[in-house]
């Protein structure tokens, strides 16, 4: 079993940052891509950003040269550092692991972007 648990959401005012972090227990595997999905009230879940065991990155292009997504592999985390947050960024945003093509889910940190 794989155990994902997200942090570091909150209320930012648009032009703000936060940074999410997630970590992950249990029988991971050392190949697992990690990752940040978000779902907004009425919209489909969507991936924003996905990042290889190696540290490659593909981003949603919305969210390009705004959000960040790195991991830490010794401690079996993924983070996501985002700035410039516009109020269309609010979601509920997930940590998503995948382990042999099947993923993973936390259960998701909230994110507000109001003034």
């Known amino acids: 079993q794989v155990q994902l648990v997200e942090s570091g959401g909150g209320l930012v005012q648009p032009g703000g940052s936060l940074k999410l972090s997630c970590v992950a227990s249990?029988?991971?595997?050392?190949?697992?891509?990690m990752g940040w999905y978000r779902q907004a009230p009425g919209n489909q879940r969507e991936l924003v950003a996905r990042?290889?065991?190696?540290?490659?990155?593909n981003d949603l292009d919305s969210v390009k040269g705004r959000f960040t997504i790195s991991r830490d592999n010794a401690k079996n985390m993924v983070y996501l550092q985002m700035n410039s947050l516009k109020p269309e960024d609010a979601a509920v945003y997930y940590c998503?692991?995948?382990?042999?093509?099947?993923?993973?889910w936390g259960r998701g940190t909230q994110v507000t972007v109001s003034s």
């Open positions: 990042i290889s065991s190696g540290g490659s990155t």
């Open positions: 998503t692991l995948w382990k042999w093509g099947t993923p993973y």
């Open positions: 249990g029988s991971i595997g050392s190949l697992s891509a």
